[in-house]
């Protein structure tokens, strides 16, 4: 059984950092890429980072020069290194795996984190 664990969220002010992590394990099949996505209140659940095989990124333009996303060298844990945080930032934070099976493609998904950044 697939498992994905995050952590490292919580309450922040406005301008400062945070780090997610995101542990993947109980996968027999290939991750092809990890993304962390948001959901605010109200609003629909966005993609904010991806990483993909080989280490290429990818940012959603609201967040690119601030958040970093990342990957440990085992290939199952992502990072989201999130700095000069704004009060927009405020959501829960979902972290994401595609996983390449027998079927295709397989999205697995985190019990997401919160992070609000307060002003």
Do not use: H
Not at 5 to 34: D, H, K, Y
Not at 37 to 46: C, F, L, N, S, V
Not at 55 to 61: I, K, L, M, V
């Amino acid at each position: 059984q697939v498992q994905l664990v995050e952590s490292g969220g919580g309450l922040v002010q406005a301008g400062g950092s945070l780090r997610l992590s995101c542990a993947v394990s109980g996968s027999f099949f290939p991750i092809n890429a990890m993304a962390w996505y948001r959901q605010a209140p109200g609003k629909e659940r966005e993609q904010v980072a991806i990483i993909r095989r080989g280490g290429a990124t990818n940012y959603a333009d609201s967040v690119r020069g601030r958040f970093t996303i990342s990957g440990d060298n085992a290939g199952n844990t992502v990072y989201l290194q999130m700095s000069s945080l704004k009060v927009e930032d405020t959501a829960v934070y979902y972290c994401n795996v595609q996983l390449i099976t027998t079927s295709g493609r397989d999205d697995r998904w985190g019990q997401g984190t919160q992070v609000t950044v307060s002003s």
